[in-house]
């Protein structure tokens, strides 16, 4: 197993042997599907109010309280077969989901960032864009708090680089794309309120450009915008292929489109330099 590029590189180069960086690659894998059993209970937990650090994990069908045997993230979904043993409730695809998303991000983390800070950078990105977009897409919800996290951490993103560089521009960059990201999408709202008489955007999507933007500049903002017009584009002709009428009052989620084209865009950006 050889990388030419991020982390691979690197660690190659250092003397790391092709089949140790294998088992460093086992080893995200386990920690990304970890984080992505935790990212699962915060998809069910916050719609609901709860605390997503308390609380012992249960099942949702008969609340029994759940042991570790049940709580291996992938291994254990898959060997019950998506059901609770006890009362047969459905575990749904959900948490497996999340499992496999965190463990993904975990991998690419590793294998295209160049040093420890660009590969948290990356992971932290990853896991808080998966967990959006779930949401978004589960229940129409962008929280606030959990898009005012991203927003942070692409600032401090943004000045780590500046930082790292000894040149303010990677801040200034970011600093002009998380504004303009917000403010393309609520003037879009609301030029379209005013128009139509009502809403045709949810409150949460400029938020969430914003807080994108921060992490992948100018130009990886229209790279954003463009591929998240094409994703929501193979939706609606995806339903529409399915049978489901689209009118005017169906509803896309926007929220979940940016997300999952905002991270292979700053995926790029970060192997292509």
């Given at each position: 197993m050889q990388f030419d590029y991020g982390a691979g590189q690197a660690l190659r180069e250092a003397g790391m042997t092709p089949d140790l960086f294998g088992v460093l690659v086992v080893m995200a894998a386990?920690?990304?599907?970890?984080?992505?059993?935790?990212?699962?209970?915060?998809?069910?937990?916050?719609?609901?109010?709860?605390?997503?650090?308390?609380?012992?994990?249960s099942c949702d069908g008969?609340?029994?309280?759940?042991?570790?045997?049940?709580?291996?993230?992938?291994?254990?979904?898959?060997?019950?077969?998506?059901?609770?043993r006890t009362c047969s409730a459905a575990i749904g695809p959900w948490q497996l989901v999340c499992e496999l998303g965190g463990a993904g991000v975990a991998v690419g983390a590793l294998l295209t960032a160049p040093d420890p800070v660009s590969a948290s950078a990356v992971a932290v990105l990853g896991w808080l864009l998966l967990l959006l977009a779930l949401l978004d897409l589960r229940h129409f919800?962008?929280?606030?708090?959990?898009?005012?996290?991203?927003?942070?951490?692409?600032?401090a993103f943004a000045l780590w680089q500046a930082w790292s560089l000894g040149d303010a521009l990677p801040l200034w960059l970011a600093l002009g794309a998380g504004l303009a990201g917000y403010a393309l999408l609520a003037g879009l709202a609301m030029l379209y309120r005013t128009l139509r008489g009502r809403d045709g955007?949810?409150?949460?999507?400029?938020?969430?450009?914003?807080?994108?933007?921060?992490?992948?500049?100018?130009?990886?903002?229209?790279?954003?915008?463009?591929?998240?017009?094409?994703?929501?584009?193979?939706?609606?002709?995806?339903?529409?292929?399915?049978?489901?009428?689209?009118?005017?009052?169906?509803?896309?989620p926007l929220g979940t489109c940016l997300a999952a084209t905002a991270w292979p865009v700053f995926l790029i950006g970060m192997v292509t330099g």
């Open positions: 386990a920690a990304g599907a970890c984080v992505g059993s935790f990212l699962g209970a915060a998809l069910v937990r916050l719609p609901q109010g709860r605390s997503i650090v308390t609380g012992a994990s008969c609340g029994r309280k759940l042991g570790p045997a049940e709580l291996v993230p992938v291994v254990s979904w898959l060997v019950l077969r998506g059901r609770c919800w962008l929280p606030r708090a959990l898009t005012a996290v991203l927003a942070v951490t692409g600032l955007l949810g409150g949460g999507d400029p938020p969430l450009l914003g807080a994108i933007g921060l992490w992948v500049g100018p130009v990886g903002l229209i790279h954003v915008l463009l591929g998240a017009s094409l994703l929501g584009l193979a939706a609606a002709v995806a339903m529409r292929v399915c049978g489901r009428k689209i009118t005017a009052e169906t509803a896309l």
